[in-house]
């Protein structure tokens, strides 16, 4: 599982990423600024996203994660000093997986952590190729599977999207996650030409 904290107080945030490994098998990335995040995200991919809501920069954090949301597929967890009921109900409409507050509750913050597992474990083990791909994929790498299947490269779809080559890369892995697809002799190429007119 690869998880991005998004904290812009760096102690609180390697503090979190220790708690993180000594308890679950995953990666970790930190961001302490809203551009750190814009940079690290698209190539990191995260499963899981913990976010401070204020960031002190022009944009909090429910407004950063909306932003992410377009494009990115990930769960929340808001971990923040904001108990006004106006903030929770921002948050509330990007339907976060959990909204914590600080000081951070390492049981709370584990316990909800287990519950995203838990849920794409879940995700995972209940017939998805046979659902509309649509559903189960972002808007960009829906974008790159309809690409794919008119046999575009690499490149090629880097240029189209204009995201670097390496984002293409693993938002391909993360396609052929979702769609439960063997990542060798073109699996996911077979596929798409296969299943082109649904992808139109």
């Not at 600080?102 to 659902?131: C, H, Y």
């Not at 999207?161 to 391909?172: A, C, D, G, M, Q």
């Not at 060798?184 to 649904?198: D, G, H, T």
Request: net charge negative; proline share 2%.
């Amino acid at each position: 599982m690869r998880i991005l904290i998004i904290e812009d107080e760096i102690i609180i945030a390697r503090y979190i990423q220790q708690q993180l490994h000594d308890k679950f098998d995953c990666q970790t990335n930190i961001a302490v600024n809203i551009d750190e995040a814009t940079s690290i995200i698209g190539e990191f991919l995260p499963h899981l996203i913990l976010c401070d809501i204020n960031l002190n920069d022009a944009t909090d954090g429910v407004d950063l994660i909306a932003q992410f949301q377009k494009n990115f597929g990930f769960d929340t967890i808001f971990i923040t000093s904001y108990q006004a009921k106006e903030i929770i109900e921002k948050a509330a409409r990007i339907k976060p997986a959990n909204y914590i507050i600080k000081p951070i509750d390492e049981a709370q913050l584990f316990a909800a952590i287990q519950i995203v597992q838990l849920k794409n474990m879940d995700n995972e083990s209940v017939g998805i190729t046979r659902q509309n791909p649509q559903n189960l994929l972002t808007k960009i790498e829906y974008d790159i599977l309809r690409l794919i299947a008119q046999k575009k490269t690499t490149k090629e779809i880097a240029e189209t999207l204009f995201i670097s080559p390496y984002t293409v890369k693993n938002h391909r892995h993360n396609i052929c996650t979702k769609l439960q697809l063997e990542e060798e002799n073109n699996a996911i190429l077979k596929w798409a030409i296969k299943n082109s007119e649904s992808l139109k």
